[in-house]
């Protein structure tokens, strides 16, 4: 039923104040949510290693875009 890999390809924005949940479906697979309802909602499924390899890759992400931010920032100040 399942394939190794990616299944679907797609583009999402999630932003700011959308709902994301989780649920965990045993120790092999997770979903995460997000959206409002079942009209309004993308779900996401991981296996262990995935998840991780995904929350490894959100923390490099968001390390990049703090360090663009701070330097915006400095470049706004005056001098």
């Given at each position: 039923?399942?394939?190794?890999?990616?299944?679907?390809?797609?583009?999402?924005d999630i932003?700011?104040?959308?709902?994301?949940?989780?649920?965990?479906?045993?120790?092999?697979?997770?979903?995460?949510?997000?959206?409002?309802?079942?009209?309004?909602?993308?779900?996401?499924?991981?296996?262990?290693?995935?998840?991780?390899?995904?929350?490894?890759?959100?923390?490099?992400?968001?390390?990049?875009?703090?360090a663009?931010?701070?330097?915006?920032?400095?470049?706004?100040?005056?001098?």
């Open positions: 039923m399942y394939s190794s890999g990616l299944v679907v390809g797609s583009w999402v932003g700011d104040g959308r709902p994301i949940r989780f649920e965990v479906g045993g120790s092999g697979v997770v979903y995460v949510t997000c959206g409002r309802n079942s009209e309004e909602s993308f779900q996401l499924s991981f296996d262990p290693e995935a998840l991780r390899e995904f929350l490894r890759l959100g923390s490099d992400a968001l390390r990049e875009m703090d663009i931010h701070a330097r915006e920032l400095a470049e706004d100040e005056p001098v």
